[in-house]
């Protein structure tokens, strides 16, 4: 077995070989919290389908999920409320679009989001978590996330989640036009709150690991064995981080990387090398299209050493 | 002069003739107050520019302006703000896209709305009105109704001004959008507030005529004299009628009747005959791109006979 | 009558004054004939309707028609083949994008394109001039041009047609999409020979201001007063040039000068004063959009100087 | 093993029960010769990497691959000219849009094709065909299915390659437009020549099943065990396939099947179960989005059974 090679020295061996390309990206300017991170930062763990953890890098740093998240909610609304449902509101398709695109809502008929990765389809999602209040909607979520991610103290940072509600005006402008056409169902505002706070929820690399290596796992905790995700849900998420999970680069990750995996502009990314091992990564320096430039080459040269592609 | 021929008996015909089209429309649906309107109905004045009137029709009911709101608060903008300014916030381009569409907003760069007759242009018009507060803003713009058309009593109609706001989701999204590119200053629900009851305005045929009127002579009080608009604010008003106040069908418009001409969803038209007199119509059977069909066909029917294209 | 002013020596004053312009534009470049043409050259010519004529600046040279051919185009063909037949192939919209545009083709349902200023229509119109043969085609049309400019040696520029046959690419792009969905009956390469070489009819700033004086009179020869194109083809002809005669800078053309109008890429511009005069220009320094940037200012100045705006 | 059960009993079982979805799927009428196919049949042949070998259905029929050929012209582009070269002028995106759509090329900058299973990456891709003259590039092509499907008689029907070359407005219009652009280098009526006969090459469900094994096995021959296609090759292959092998249900195909797949619009589909088998499917009747309706549900009800998505 190859993992036998990986161990926390070679982990920082890689991390070494790509912290130079952070300075060629940009941390996300947009939302004020995100932009005082620190650039050259660049840390990633291993979490193994047996347990065994490796880390590097500056680890222990917490960072918020942003996109990342939007898989958590599918996977969660997927369960609680079936395939039918939820594709019923939201399409299957790669779009080819940047994330925040509004334009092919306007050219599909009936309207409906390409996809649960773009914007429009993480919003649609969110409105469908289950619970009946937004506060139980978000109890819900961070209740999922801390299962998943083996920790009961993870939160949702409010500075973040404030900052973002307060400029969301993009996602705003994606809900009302979702609402003229009944795509969404809740009040703009519930879902908003609730998106953003789904955003902010904060986690570090390792966490993240454990997180993918749930589905590596197909579902099952990778400590004690119980399904947290059922088997049809986990394959339907990691079909959407190949197909659209890296933004409108996810074709290019499938050829150059090819595994399932989910980036956010806060620098994360989490990434599912089925069973065998969930990847955490953390390099708040992005490329052109909003994923973590360092993150993205480390990705790259572990799948050189341990060729971990599915294709 | 072929007014002399024009008198209420010759304006009833053409009505008569054109009334069976209004089966052919349909009312506008989408706002409740709005499909209460009676489809058959179809009224007009005329109000020529030495200050003789002709009415016809199903004439003395009030309607409410809607879009043809658009082209006043714009000739207010203009007069209060300049052409610089409002002109870095709004193209002056005709789009060829139907008056709700986002997707050209997306490709244009910078985000600019193409011009102020599309939802999305006079939205930011609106956000430009003169005034500290949104009530002021629309006391002025109330105002300035009321001096056009020569009546002190106009006012919005809350009921319809309420239904629209509750529904107004399109133009909401059109806001955020605009909102997160600094094409917009305001608050969006301080606007759309605004920009509802500014659609809301009621009005009847004869004070719709009256300010066609004011646009005939080139901006003076047809019975006073008075410069209500500046004459260079009115040819701007009246180029944005012909080559975008009909919709998307303002280049067939054009082609067919030739005269600067404004309608609304509520099934009301404003036209423009320069120097010789303005229109009012009320036809609440719309065709399928939003414009009063018998009114068109009104239109079509009196330059036939009065001959008065601009080409 | 404020023409009474008009002179050669007005005339000269006002290219004097609009010359440094030039320098701001560029010369088409991606017509290898067309990129050899004099930066700086300004010319003018006015032809007024009860046949009296200036002329100013840098005049006697010839250039092509280029774009300036699609409404001599669109006027034979309307009044050979009359307007139903002519607007089942082709829409009469501004469109807002730029002429050689092709997804609104695809967005359109069914195919048609927008209007008959854009490449796209004014191919399908060429498609429909009278004719058995392509050589008869294009004999009737420089046939029709030498009638309306008075000058019987008028002809085509080889070079300049064999130039553009070679590299209309993007034309026949469009070609074949149209002839995919029956927009086209012709075969493509016949199409773009009698398009290139309608485009490299060779004509100077008088017998362009005369054709525009033709319009003026609203169809009429201006000398033996004839009438050479249908009083309601003239005025289709008017109405297209003032909603899409200078590009997508046809709503502000409509706006800061207000005549109509229409450019063509080798920098020229036939303009209409209505009753009064044509204009005809030649400065081959265009702006972004096209059109000459000299010949642009030049109108506007004359607008100012003799308020000629039909608005 | 799984592989164990399967056998021409129960893979005609399976035929079986998809048959009837044939009737509510349409041939493909924009291809004469394409139009003329039985909509009923349903065919299907699986070659293992060992090397046994299942039918079932009304097999032993040829057809055309049609868009099935797009990946294996650039399994051998790719080796023929590397990863650089060929992802300069095509790109890896999945797209959303329709197989023969051309706005997104309008709206990319630089133009660049989305991926190479849409018709203009497609063509870019066939534009960089080894060989000195296009019947050397044709052979060769010829010479590399044969060697993927074992069979030294596979040969392009030349009525569909007449039929279809008459035809191909569209394919031609996305070709002037790369031309335009400089995405391809060629000349366009020697591109769709080329094109239409790579599309028309004959082939029968078990060839097309046993190319499958070839990308099964990472590249290697099923019988010889020599590398035909690099194991990189292979690989990006197989991604393209999941991404965008099935039009633009791909997204769709890849949750519900999961296993690289490519469509065609004579109703053939090549699967690829990694390390296991290849999958031949015939079935003309197609579903609106231009896939095999019987073959689809083929695959679907294969992978209940035989558990083969790669998710």
Known sequence: MKERQLNDDEL?????????????????????????????DVAAAVYTVDGRVFQGGTYGHTFTLQSISK?????LVLDERGEEEVFSNVGMEPSGD????????????????????INAGALAITDLLPGRSKERKLANFIDYVRQLAGNNRIEY????????????????????YMKQFGVIGGKVEDI?????KQCAV????????????????????????????????????????VTCGMYNASGEFA??????????????????????FGIGIYGPA?????NSIAGWKLLQKMNERYAFSIF
């Open 12 to 40: 920082q061996n890689l991390i070494n070989e790509v912290e130079p390309y952070a300075n060629k990206g940009e941390v996300a300017e947009y939302i004020p919290a995100l932009a005082r991170a620190n650039k050259t």
């Open 71 to 75: 898989v958590l909610s599918l996977a």
């Open 98 to 117: 940047p994330y925040y695109s509004i334009s092919k809502l306007e050219f599909s008929n009936p309207t409906k989001p390409y996809n649960p990765m």
């Open 157 to 176: 940072n409010k500075n973040v989640a404030d900052s973002e509600f307060q400029t969301s005006f993009l996602n705003r402008s994606l809900l009302y």
């Open 192 to 196: 908003i709150d609730l998106y953003t």
């Open 202 to 241: 904060e986690i570090d690399c390792l966490q993240l690991a454990r997180i993918g290596a749930v589905f590596s796992l197909n579902g099952k905790d990778p400590e004690k064995g119980t399904q947290l995700i059922s088997e049809r849900t986990a394959s339907i998420c990691k079909t959407f981080m």
């Open 255 to 276: 050829i150059k990387v090819g595994v399932p995996a989910k980036s956010g502009v806060s620098g994360g990314i989490m990434a599912v090398v089925p069973n065998r």
């Open 286 to 290: 992005l490329d052109d299209r909003g």
